[in-house]
């Protein structure tokens, strides 16, 4: 049996890092995973402003965020001084919320999952979405597109029979690299309701991110919901208390 010559080592190790990129391709399912492991890492610290533009005119919030693993989540409001001290906990499929101004911490019911987070076009399930989308949906690749240089998955989500989930689908467009781009939301009469879109992507924490992101509704037209990653930190040690009920309410 002839040798190997170096330039078919090459093409062979060059295949071996394709083939699993190639098969990622296929499945619409890993691509939501990676975009989902690609926003949040095994870990991440953020701190982002919200801008929430409505009908009664425009505010700007401060907020510092954790996350570990896929469900676990912090965000704590740390300007205005009038907003400061509010914070969201996600821990599993267990969501709550702390008012300082009442000194508590109430746990949601899922009917209340769907309701505006802080006033905002987002809502408290936005922050469970990874994996409720990941797992509780049956995903379609509808197609493969070429945009800005960049090829773009675009998938179909649609929730399997017997989850409690209000959308009727979502659409998702998911860059090569992982950035999310764009996340359409429908009812179950199969009308958009509202959009996420993707205004920015740079390169935060070593990785490609979207560093600007635009909530708006089909029914308010004018009004959105922005945020904008100031700065952030993936993959480090975050001490467990920080996901705690104890930490919502009394932070250390």
Request: net charge positive; proline share 5%.
């Amino acid at each position: 049996m002839p040798s190997l010559t170096r330039r078919h080592l090459m093409m062979i190790s060059a295949a071996a890092v394709l083939l699993p990129s190639v098969a990622m391709a296929q499945d619409p399912g890993a691509i939501l995973r990676a975009a989902f492991d690609n926003w949040r890492a095994t870990s991440s610290h953020v701190i982002a402003e919200m801008t929430i533009r409505s009908s009664t005119g425009t505010r700007s919030l401060t907020m510092e965020s954790w996350t570990e693993g896929s469900d676990k989540a912090l965000v704590r409001f740390i300007a205005p001084a009038r907003d400061a001290g509010n914070a969201t906990l996600q821990s599993g499929r267990r969501t709550y919320v702390f008012n300082p101004r009442l000194n508590q911490v109430i746990q949601l019911p899922a009917s209340a999952m769907s309701q505006s987070w802080m006033g905002s076009d987002f809502s408290y399930s936005d922050l469970t979405k990874t994996e409720q989308l990941v797992n509780d949906y049956t995903h379609t690749l509808l197609e493969t597109r070429r945009q800005s240089g960049h090829v773009v998955y675009v998938i179909e989500s649609v929730p399997k029979r017997g989850k409690p989930i209000v959308w009727g689908k979502q659409i998702v467009h998911v860059r090569a690299d992982f950035v999310l781009l764009r996340q359409e939301f429908y009812d179950q009469s199969g009308n958009l309701v509202r959009t996420m879109v993707t205004d920015r992507v740079r390169t935060m924490g070593g990785r490609p991110y979207p560093t600007e992101l635009t909530m708006s509704s089909v029914a308010t037209p004018g009004q959105y919901t922005k945020i904008v990653t100031q700065s952030a930190a993936f993959d480090i040690d975050i001490p467990s208390y920080l996901f705690t009920r104890s930490n919502l309410q009394n932070p250390r």
